[in-house]
Nanobody, 122 residues
Framework: QVQLVESGGGLVQAGGSLRLSCAAS????????MAWFRQAPGKEREFVAG????????FYADSVKGRFTMSRDNAKNTVYLHMNSVKPEDTAVYYC???????????????WGQGTQVTVSV
């Protein structure tokens, strides 16, 4: 089973920027898609962004479109989430996930990282 390790979380002021990283132990057909989800206290886990290694397609949730960008480093099996113009409502634990297909429901992903906390202060 693929191992996913996130890093880069922390405290940032509203309007600032932060970059999250997710390193995968391997890249296979069953983990072609890498995605970011987030979960705020008392809320359900929600899709943030996802990308396919093979096609290069990337999709974003409407709530982050235009502010967050997802990029890939094929050589390092690592994806990044560049978070710009962050808002207090972006505060959450951010999780990296991997699976065969790009979908927005967390229940359809078999591989998860441990999560990294992002806190946006006003």
């Amino acid at each position: 089973q693929v191992q996913l390790v996130e890093s880069g979380g922390g405290l940032v002021q509203a309007g600032g920027s932060l970059r999250l990283s997710c390193a995968a132990s391997e890249r296979t057909a069953s983990t072609d898609v890498m995605a970011w989800f987030r979960q705020a206290p008392g809320k359900e886990r929600e899709f943030v962004a996802g990308t396919s290694w093979s096609s290069g397609s990337t999709f974003y949730a409407d709530s982050v479109k235009g502010r967050f960008t997802m990029s890939r480093d094929n050589a390092k099996n690592t994806v990044y989430l560049h978070m710009n113009s962050v808002k207090p409502e972006d505060t959450a634990v951010y999780y990296c996930a991997a699976d065969r297909l790009l979908r927005s429901r967390p229940g359809e992903y078999d591989n998860w990282g441990q999560g990294t906390q992002v806190t946006v202060s006003v």
